[in-house]
Each structure stands twice: as C-alpha cells, then as structure tokens.
C-alpha cells in the first residue's frame, strides 16, 4: 500500500522537483516550494513561476553517513543554494569534488538520480545543483 502513495506524490510535485517552479505573492515575495499562502506577508493570491535554476552556495557540508536509501552516494556535498529569485532551497551538489566547493560559488539546477528503489527497480529522478558549464 506505500508504493500508490509514493507515486501519487511523486507526481504531485513533479513541476517542483522537475521545472523547480515556485510561487510570487502579489507583494513581490518569491517562494519555493509553491504554497497557498505567502510565508512573508500572509497573502493568498499567489501566482506560479518558473525559478532560473541559478544561484550561489551560501553554506555546505559533507554527509558521510547518510540516511537509508542514500549508502551509494556516500560521502556527498549537501548545500543551501540561493536562487537568483531569493529562495533558498536545500540539495544535493553534484559534478564537483568536495574541495572544489566554496561559499558564493555559483551553481546551476540539474536533473539526477535522487535513489533507486532495487526491489522493485523504480529510480527516483530530482533537482541537484552544479557549478555551470562553460
């Protein structure tokens, strides 16, 4: 009875996790997630928005033991990225060794394996974030 509801939510947010779309109140404030209500100002006329999918680290760690499901890409970079637009958003960093890494670095939204599910062969696709291509 889990897997429907893995794959109903799955589905659920997959602009968010695939488009990286957000939500703009009418005052002006960017969010993301998407959310009925502003969690600046209160206000319920939100608008959707497509995000640029740019931004910079402004804080990063290593997890060297991650929780189950993630054994596989151990150890890797988990950061909190500002986005162009404002929000910040928490994910993985790919593409990049860890020493290459640095505050103020930009990055640029990319579409990896998030983990994959081997007794029933089902991957899981999401929004990681790398340094840009030249």
Known sequence: ????????????????????????????????????????????????????GKGKVISW?????????????????????????GPIVLAQLTDVEPDEIDFGMEVEVVTRKLREFEEDGIILYGYKFRPPVE
């Open 1 to 52: 009875m889990a897997r429907p509801m893995q794959v109903a939510r799955y589905w659920r947010h997959f602009s968010e996790k695939y488009r990286l779309i957000g939500g703009k109140c009418e005052n002006g404030h960017v969010h993301f997630p998407k959310r009925p209500v502003c969690p600046v100002c209160g206000s319920k006329n939100i608008e959707e928005v497509q995000l640029s």
């Open 61 to 85: 760690t290593i997890v060297r033991n991650p929780p189950s499901g993630f054994e596989y890409y151990k150890p890797y970079p988990l950061a909190l990225v500002e986005l162009e637009e």
